[in-house]
């Protein structure tokens, strides 16, 4: 197969699709990688190690498009990336398209086979294309929570950890799933007092049985959560109801319970955020007061290192672009499930239900399309 690498050109976005290892294993397995000069450099990729890799260079966007049977990208296609799209083409990328209604409009017109990460599922359901970037976020949560928690940022003035003979800082973290967890081991591993409120008594049981002593876990109420956030210096916002805008489990009144100088980050900012107080920022404006409260509610956290997140995200999608090009896209879907609910369009058609009840759309499923998944 022949395999297009384009440059992401979403504003401050510095992922890469393939790392050269990625365009080393697709080669090795026989396929043909095209990579447009300078795709890797936000991630610190430099062009001779892509060739070094198999990989072959060209100069434009164009040509990448144009020569792919199948496309690997990170973001959505945004508008001048729309008439590069080509009909059977297979385009692999995060898509998020409920609210992208022109995007749909193009990709089913173009007739483009439309496969998105964030929607391909695991055996037990879950969706592993998601949850590198939810690692990545929970573990860096902690580390904003430190910068701002210095008095120059706008915080209290207090290490996490303290030190001998001073207090640790205590950290709740609402929400235990990806996020939380991988929140919690680094607040846990910079010695902090470290909380973990969920509504789920079984992955409180799990998190127990991994931090054992080390956490408090809470079962979640509005109470438990007013007597956490009464003590807390950082509070990390990371639950998730699937589908559904994030609850508002601390209101703009219970604000006035925090310590002052304490730190609310939001990591669910992007299902509307779990603080009634959160608004999404950006990189170049991450923080804002509200209630006499600094809160950190960056929508793309990941965005911060792309070199790890383009590692971690590779490292889960490498697999499936690998199933993809060794089987072709019909095989490795019907051999798939998992892989097969990734798929959102498809000749023309908008075959993931979500998307099309969303933007009032037909809904055609998969099968209905191609025989036999
Ligand atoms: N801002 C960013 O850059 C960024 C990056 C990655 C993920 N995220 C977001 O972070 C959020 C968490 O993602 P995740 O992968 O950890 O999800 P997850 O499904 O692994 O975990 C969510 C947890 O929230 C818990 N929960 C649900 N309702 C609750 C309630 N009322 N009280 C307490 N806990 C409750 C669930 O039981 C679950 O354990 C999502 O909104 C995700 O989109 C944001």
Not at 38 to 44: D, I
Not at 288 to 295: F, I, Q
């Amino acid at each position: 197969m022949k395999i297009g690498l384009p440059k992401e050109i979403k504003d401050n976005e510095y992922r890469v699709g393939l790392t050269p290892a990625g365009v080393r294993a697709l080669t090795d397995a026989g396929h043909e990688v095209f990579v447009q000069k300078t795709a890797g450099e936000g991630s610190g990729f430099k062009d001779e190690q892509y060739v070094q890799a198999g990989g072959k260079m060209l100069d434009t966007a164009d040509e990448v498009w144009q020569i792919g049977d199948m496309v690997v990208k990170v973001k959505e296609p945004i508008a001048p990336e729309y008439s590069r799209m080509r009909e059977n083409q297979v385009l692999f990328t995060y898509l998020h398209l409920a609210p992208e209604l022109e995007l749909t409009k193009q990709m089913m017109d173009r007739k483009v086979t439309g496969v998105a990460y964030e929607t391909i599922t695991d055996r037990n359901g879950r969706l592993p294309l998601l949850t590198p970037m939810s690692e990545v976020a929970g573990r860096m949560s902690v580390q904003v929570g430190a910068t701002y928690l210095e008095k120059m940022n706008g915080g209290k003035g207090i290490l996490l950890g303290g030190v001998p003979g001073v207090s640790a800082a205590n950290v709740v973290i609402i929400g235990g799933g990806v996020v939380g967890t991988e929140a919690a081991k680094m607040a846990v591993g910079m010695g902090a007092k470290v909380t973990i409120i969920d509504r789920s008594l079984d992955r409180l049981r799990q998190l127990d049985d991994i931090f054992l002593s080390k956490v408090q876990t809470i079962a979640s109420s509005r109470y438990t959560i007013e007597d956490a956030i009464s003590n807390a210096d950082l509070v990390i916002g990371a639950v998730l109801v699937v589908g559904a805008a994030a609850p508002k489990l601390v209101t703009r009144d219970m604000l006035k319970l925090l310590p002052s100088g304490s730190i609310l980050v939001d990591v669910a900012v992007d299902q509307g955020g779990c603080f009634e107080t959160t608004h999404a920022t950006t990189h170049s404006n991450p923080t804002y007061v509200e209630g006499g409260v600094l809160h950190y509610c960056v929508a793309n956290m990941p965005g911060a290192v792309p070199r790890t997140s383009t590692f971690a995200l590779t490292n889960a999608t490498l697999p499936y672009a690998l199933a993809l090009a060794n089987k072709g896209f019909e095989r490795a879907i019907r051999e798939d499930g998992g892989l097969a609910e990734g798929v959102n369009t498809y000749a023309g058609k908008l075959t993931y239900e979500a998307v099309a009840t969303s933007q009032g759309r037909e809904y055609t499923p998969l099968a209905s399309l191609i025989k036999g998944i």
